[in-house]
């Protein structure tokens, strides 16, 4: 992946990114804290964050995204590091992480679908 490709799709995937996590966030805890529910002057009821927080749609955007942005985000740190001669080390981290962007993917997608 080009270098700046890869940049692009770390910045158009961060707002989606963090908009999906602080909705998973907020809803997680609207299921386990009336102090949340509380504190969000009534628009985040223990339903509404019940469907929020268990729907597969929000689940899979946010793994989709986060898997692309950290995907990109490590080819970016793979050339500045063999740029600064450890090619090595770029290497070990870039397929360190394919691997476990595989096996979150794997994860997800058997917890999901798999029943």
Known sequence: MKSRTAILIVEWTSIPLLILAGLLVISGYGLTSEAARNASLGLLT???????HLSR?????????????????????????????????????????IAFLIYVGWITLNGEFGG
Not at 46 to 52: E, M, P, V, W
Not at 68 to 91: I, P
């Open 46 to 52: 223990f339903s509404r964050s019940q469907t929020i």
């Open 57 to 97: 749609l929000i689940k899979l955007g946010f793994v989709s995204l986060l898997l692309l942005h950290t995907y990109a985000g490590t080819e970016v740190l793979g050339e500045k590091l063999q740029a600064r001669g450890r090619k090595g080390l770029a290497s070990l981290v870039e397929y360190g992480v």
